[in-house]
T-cell receptor, first 110, second 112 residues
């Protein structure tokens, strides 16, 4: 069984500051990794997904970027945070038959 | 464009009664559907799924019904229990595409 680690659990950042959220996966190799965001009234919005090292697909235009430097590491970043970036960020390892979600990071941008 | 729609943001149901959560989808390529339960500040927990070759799948208190012609599915919880109070997400995917698209969720309140 896979385990998804995310950190930090909570983060409060000022507008305009940079962001780096890290996700690591145990218990599998070559996972398909996803970043979702849950914001008020938006449900779980797919932000990025990656099928392998260096392969990133973006679902929505936004202020964020993602990178996959290692097979089991997925990083969500921003150079300058906006108020609208506040939300609950979830990393996931997903196939149709199995879905594993991390514990999430609550980001508040002030 | 919302491909998976949950039009009820919230639902209140008396304990012991049936909870019915609805979901509509627009993408006819979707052929696998999932329901997740989510508590605040936690990741979603998988509940039940259904393939488009079926119209019903049952697991304990949870039953999912799929109406392909109407592009509609529903989750029935019976009997509803206090621990069922959570946000429920409907999700869908298409064969050959591992992406799972979620709806906005419905907050279920089970009343004592």
């Amino acid at each position: 069984s896979q385990t998804i680690h995310q950190w930090p659990a909570t983060l409060v950042q000022p507008v305009g500051s940079p962001l780096s959220l890290e996700c690591t996966v145990e218990g599998t190799s070559n996972p398909n990794l996803y970043w979702y965001r849950q914001a008020a009234g938006r449900g779980l919005q797919l932000l990025f997904y990656s099928v392998g090292i260096g392969q990133i697909s973006s679902e929505v235009p936004q202020n964020l970027s993602a990178s996959r430097p290692q097979d089991r590491q997925f990083i969500l970043s921003s150079k300058k945070l906006l108020l609208s970036d506040s939300g609950f960020y979830l990393c996931a390892s997903i196939t149709v038959n199995e879905q594993f979600f991390g514990p999430g990071t609550r980001l508040t941008v002030l | 464009d919302q491909q998976v729609k949950q039009n009820s943001p919230s639902l209140s149901v008396q304990e012991g009664r049936i909870s019915i959560l609805n979901c509509d989808y627009t993408n006819s390529m979707f052929d696998y559907f999932l329901w997740y339960k989510k508590y605040p500040a936690e990741g979603p927990t998988f509940l039940i799924s259904i393939s488009s070759i079926k119209d019903k799948n049952e697991d304990g208190r949870f039953t999912v019904f799929l109406n392909k012609s109407a592009k509609h599915l529903s989750l029935h919880i019976v009997p509803s229990q206090p621990g069922d109070s959570a946000v429920y997400f409907c999700a869908a995917s298409a064969t050959g595409d591992d992406k799972i698209i979620f709806g906005k969720g419905t907050r279920l309140h089970i009343l004592p």
